[in-house]
């Protein structure tokens, strides 16, 4: 399983970045976000199951990030707003079969894009 993420950049604080992922075609796998900061372990940001009926998201990102798919266009997408410094990572796309098990440790993983908050 492939995935390619995109979207990452430099941005202020209290701005807002689109994240896409492009998913392989005649799928049935949760999708979701992890992310790495400096220094630090890699953390589930977001994740949302195929239908797209059920959503996870870290306490950190509550209210501020929604996550969201088009199967018809294999994409999936993670819009950030407010983003505060402590956002600053490198975000992956991750996928698995299991919506559970795909924040604990999803199967598969896309390179990561860079997300920058300057402050």
């Known amino acids: 399983v492939q995935l390619q993420a995109s979207g990452g950049g430099l941005v202020q604080a209290g701005g807002s970045l689109r994240l896409s992922c492009a998913a392989p075609?005649?799928?049935?796998?949760?999708l979701g976000w992890f992310r790495q900061a400096p220094g630090k372990e890699r953390d589930v940001v977001a994740a949302?199951?195929?239908?797209?009926?059920?959503?996870y998201y870290a306490d950190s990102v509550k209210d501020r990030f929604t996550i969201s798919r088009d199967n018809a266009e294999n994409t999936m997408t993670l819009q950030m707003n407010s983003l505060e410094p402590e956002d600053t990572a490198v975000y992956y796309c991750?996928?698995?079969?299991?919506?559970?098990?795909?924040?604990?440790?999803?199967?598969?993983w896309g390179q990561g894009t860079l997300v920058t908050v300057s402050s």
């Open positions: 991750v996928a698995d079969r299991n919506f559970n098990h795909i924040r604990t440790g999803p199967d598969y």
């Open positions: 075609k005649r799928t049935f796998y949760a």
């Open positions: 949302i199951s195929y239908t797209g009926s059920t959503t």
